[in-house]
T-cell receptor, first 112, second 116 residues
Framework: GQNIDQPTEMTATEGAIVQINCTYQ??????LFWYQQHAGEAPTFLSY????GLEEKGRFSSFLSRSKGYSYLLLKELQMKDSASYLC?????????????FGQGTTLQVKP | GAVVSQHPSRVICKSGTSVKIECRSL??????MFWYRQFPKQSLMLMAT?????????EQGVEKDKFLINHASLTLSTLTVTSAHPEDSSFYIC????????????FGEGSWLTVV
């Protein structure tokens, strides 16, 4: 089976840094994805990790520890537009053919 | 970047009728498409995986006779909600993977279904 856990809600201040954690237990692991989703819209791809370590992309960074079944998404220099839901998703299966299983999402509210 | 188009974006149908949602990859061949359902304030729940030319693989708890999925070509997959009921009202999103895109999965814009 699979189990992906994220905090339900987080609040942070504009200009600050926030870290959104994700833990997972899956029958087969082949990569972890982070998506941003604004209300009523489709998810937007943010990052992908398959090896341990940190991937940095502008204001967003994502970290993965496969041995711990743990990832985090780090958002720096928060802006009001970053208020959204952040979804952690794990790909199961081999190669690029696996399916994405999503966590419940973390709703981030950025306050002035 | 690659584009996945869903149609219709919003649809209202009467209870007991069927409604079809289309998912098209506009500039790439999608060997695999995924259909998700998302209820308000909840995450995306995978319904089924659709491979071109073969039967869809449904997730546990998803009724394959109610949610008919057809992936007839490399650029089109359809989801038909049959005998719709108000509890089927939801946001349905498809995603597609190109044979050449490696790890990238592209999402459609989503379709809001309201059953009255």
């Amino acid at each position: 089976g699979q189990n992906i856990d994220q905090p339900t809600e987080m609040t942070a201040t504009e200009g600050a840094i926030v870290q959104i954690n994700c833990t997972y237990q899956t029958s087969g692991f082949n990569g972890l994805f982070w998506y941003q989703q604004h209300a009523g819209e489709a998810p937007t791809f943010l990052s992908y990790n398959v090896l341990d370590g940190l991937e940095e992309k502008g204001r967003f960074s994502s970290f993965l520890s496969r041995s711990k079944g743990y990832s985090y998404l780090l958002l720096k220099e928060l802006q009001m537009k970053d208020s959204a839901s952040y979804l952690c998703a794990v790909r199961e299966g081999s190669g690029n053919t696996g399916k994405l299983i999503f966590g419940q999402g973390t709703t981030l509210q950025v306050k002035p | 970047g690659a584009v996945v188009s869903q149609h219709p974006s919003r649809v209202i149908c009467k209870s007991g009728t069927s409604v079809k949602i289309e998912c098209r990859s506009l500039d790439f061949q999608a060997t695999t498409m995924f259909w998700y359902r998302q209820f308000p304030k909840q995450s995306l729940m995978l319904m089924a995986t659709s491979n071109e030319g073969s039967k869809a693989t449904y997730e546990q708890g998803v009724e394959k006779d109610k949610f008919l999925i057809n992936h007839a070509s490399l650029t089109l997959s359809t989801l038909t909600v049959t005998s719709a009921h108000p509890e089927d009202s939801s946001f349905y999103i498809c995603s597609a993977r190109s044979r050449n895109s490696g790890n990238t999965i592209y999402f459609g814009e989503g379709s809001w279904l309201t059953v009255v």
